[in-house]
């Protein structure tokens, strides 16, 4: 169901901000992006987007740059030929930057390991031979569920390189996530490591992928990266990484793919319980990733270094750690860890200890830093950092204005900005040295992309205006499909405004004065924590499996830190009223969705109930519950089945208190 936009959120102080902070002379004097760039796109979208993809090395050109007949599948440089790993690996020691460091790894612990272009060639020219060695070749399905270790990053150059598709899984999903995700696009092989360090302490990460591969027949073999020296259990598909892929020559030639090659699937949540399969493909998804980090983020490869602090696991670490940036010849940093590991300064002596110049986070993360002070980044020289980025959800203009203060000395440029996993890379952002940054909006489309906010009825709303967020022109990173449910991908993107052609975002925009964008938040059952997808229908699921629940009711409610946070409604069986939801069957419930689904969609709130309030139709009316989670007078009850179910629920919960 789609609810209103803006509707039950908390982000109305956004559409009274009104500072802007335009470039500085300097910064606009020796910016990548030009103002002109907007005005060439819109002269000729097709003939921009060809200039863009002249930045990879193609095997065999395009003759075609869009083919849009079979909408809503785009093809994009028809009848090219590249490979995405040469792009992001090889052609650079050709040109004679084999010494230039690529990944600048820092360990948890505080091992670090600074890997050339030269050495990262070699390292995926062996990955690649010990795919093939294992019958690993094109359009295979290879699943990784790995920390942020180099082999990660090795591991999906190996697999581009082969023309094999990854599956990443984030590495804090269930073994129950990790299984159904390999089992939908039926994965052969699994690369993983024994464990992981989190928080200062090794955790083991491999009996995740024991339990998960015992229940999933298409995986013939599992590698396993050494990363903990923890015990493993070992079966007969188990192979170690270092006697695998050490073993192997370190010479391999890449094959060059069709532009329309699958790279890779990436599972995000969407209104129903089953993830859905974002479907990738070669050419124009490297395009769009290595145009939007070198325009979006001002990259000067000879001279910045770079940190994304997102995980693999999600498609920011697809795009911005490993696609875009090795395409553009970056030197980044690669941090394995969390932020307060050994303490709250980790990020700032990382920024301080390479000399890092652009930063891209999201913005729960500010706000944690927020939290834990302006004095801890202070102690620090953060005086390289000249771009910062921010990504996930929107940011308030107190996070912005404390992230350009505390961390880009009231001076860098922050780039906000909004994509998905759908978009494949950068959509909506301010152009840094083009652009006068507002806090808290998007602002606008990049040049090339067509993005508006409509009414309803596919309308574009006035300058003031607010409504869904629409993209409606094809891009070339967008997404291909969701795998195997050509449908569903029909359905969810494309049925909303079909008669516009639009493609439908899934969330709330507004316009400013200016005809800048702000966006609202999700308009759908999709919540967002910390920056993380993750369905209100799936935490049902997971809480309904449990014995002792009947039903369950799942909203995101507004969360200081973490965007929004998870509050559940559960109606346990037999009639257990309040008092039978003691703190232990909480804990066991919040537990059992961890197992299910994994500790990132463990509700923050577990709410026992007597009834639900439904529509008559029967559908959960989750705005109301809302209204409960955040503390509001419940809104209008009219269309309700049963409208004191409401006063039943507030009761219950006053009595459970
Ligand atoms: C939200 C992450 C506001 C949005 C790259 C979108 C944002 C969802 C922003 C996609 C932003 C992402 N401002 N909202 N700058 N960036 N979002 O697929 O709701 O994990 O639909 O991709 O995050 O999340 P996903």
Redesign the pocket.
């Known amino acids: 169901m789609t609810q209103s936009p803006g509707q039950g959120n908390a982000l109305d102080n956004l559409l009274t901000e009104s500072r802007t902070f335009p470039p500085s002379e300097e910064f606009a004097a020796q910016a990548n992006a030009q103002p002109a760039l907007y005005e060439e796109a819109k002269a000729d979208r097709e003939a921009f987007w060809a200039k863009q993809a002249e930045r990879l090395h193609w095997e065999t050109k395009w003759d075609q740059v869009l083919d849009w007949s079979g909408a809503p599948f785009a093809k994009w440089f028809v009848g090219g030929k590249l490979n995405v790993a040469y792009n992001c690996v090889d052609r650079h020691v050709e040109s004679g930057h084999g010494d230039q460091v690529a990944i600048h790894w820092e360990g948890e612990p505080g091992d670090s390991r600074a890997i050339t272009y030269a050495e990262l060639q070699r390292e995926v020219s062996k990955a690649a031979n010990a795919l093939t060695s294992l019958g690993i070749g094109a359009e295979d399905r290879v699943a990784i569920y790995m920390p942020m270790v180099p082999e990660a990053i090795f591991a999906m150059l190996a697999c581009a390189r082969v023309g094999a598709m990854h599956s990443v899984v984030f590495g804090g999903f269930s073994a129950e996530a990790l299984r159904t995700r390999i089992e939908d696009s039926s994965c052969r092989l699994v690369i993983t490591t024994d464990g992981q360090y989190r928080r200062g302490n090794p955790a083991p990460l491999k009996p995740a992928v024991d339990e998960a591969v015992a229940g999933a027949p298409s995986v013939e073999k599992v590698i396993v990266v050494k990363r903990t020296d923890t015990e493993v259990a070992w079966t007969d598909k188990d192979v170690w990484w270092h006697e695998l892929v050490d073993s192997q020559s370190d010479q391999h030639t890449p094959e060059a793919f069709d532009s329309e090659h699958p790279l890779f699937i990436l599972y995000?949540s969407g209104t129903t319980g089953k993830p859905k399969g974002i479907l990738h493909t070669s050419g124009g998804y490297l395009t769009q990733a290595s145009y939007t980090h070198n325009h979006v983020f001002d990259l000067k490869p000879d001279t910045d270094v770079y940190w994304c602090t997102a995980d693999i696991g999600?498609?920011?670490g697809h795009s911005y750690i490993v696609y875009g940036p090795l395409s553009n010849r970056v030197t980044q940093v690669v941090y394995e860890g969390t932020p307060n590991t050994p303490n709250e300064g980790r990020h700032w002596d990382i920024v301080q200890k390479y000399g890092v110049s652009i930063y891209y986070t999201a913005p729960t993360l500010i706000r944690t830093f927020m939290k834990w002070g302006a004095d801890i980044p202070a102690k620090y020289d953060l005086s390289s950092l000249r771009v910062l980025g921010?990504?996930?959800?929107?940011?308030n203009p107190e996070a912005w204005i404390w992230y350009r203060e505390n961390i880009g000395g009231g001076k860098a440029p922050i780039v906000?900005?909004?994509?998905?996993?759908?978009t494949g890379a950068i959509m909506?952002?301010p152009l840094p040295g083009v652009v006068s940054t507002k806090p808290g909006s998007?602002q606008r489309p990049l040049p090339g992309i067509g993005a508006k906010v409509v009414n309803d009825e596919g309308v574009e709303v006035p300058h003031g205006g607010g409504g869904y967020l629409v993209l409606d022109e094809p891009w070339p990173s967008m997404l291909r499909g969701i795998w195997g449910d050509e449908e569903r991908y029909r359905d969810t993107y494309w049925s909303r405004f079909s008669d516009q052609g639009f493609y439908f975002?899934?969330?709330g925009a507004k316009y400013d004065n200016d005809g800048d964008i702000w966006?609202l938040?999700?308009v759908d059952d999709?919540m967002?924590v910390s920056?993380?997808?993750i369905s209100t229908t799936e935490v049902e699921s997971a809480l309904v499996s449990h014995p002792t629940v009947a039903e369950a009711a799942v909203v995101g409610a507004s969360d200081e830190t973490t965007g929004q946070g998870i509050v559940a409604f559960v109606i346990l069986r037999g009639g257990a009223g309040a008092d039978a939801g003691g703190a232990d069957a909480i804990k066991a419930l919040r537990d059992h969705v961890a197992k299910e689904i994994g500790p990132i969609a463990k509700p923050r709130q577990i709410m026992v109930v007597p009834e639900l309030p439904k529509t008559r139709s029967g559908k959960i009316m989750r705005r109301l519950l809302r209204d409960v989670a955040e503390n509001r007078t419940v809104g209008d009850v009219t269309t309700l089945a049963d409208s004191s179910v409401m006063d039943l629920i507030s009761a219950g919960l006053q009595s459970g208190k």
């Open positions: 995000t999600w498609v920011t921010s990504v996930g959800e929107p940011i906000d900005t909004w994509w998905q996993t759908e909506i952002s998007a975002a899934g969330d966006l938040g999700r999709v967002n920056g993380h997808r």
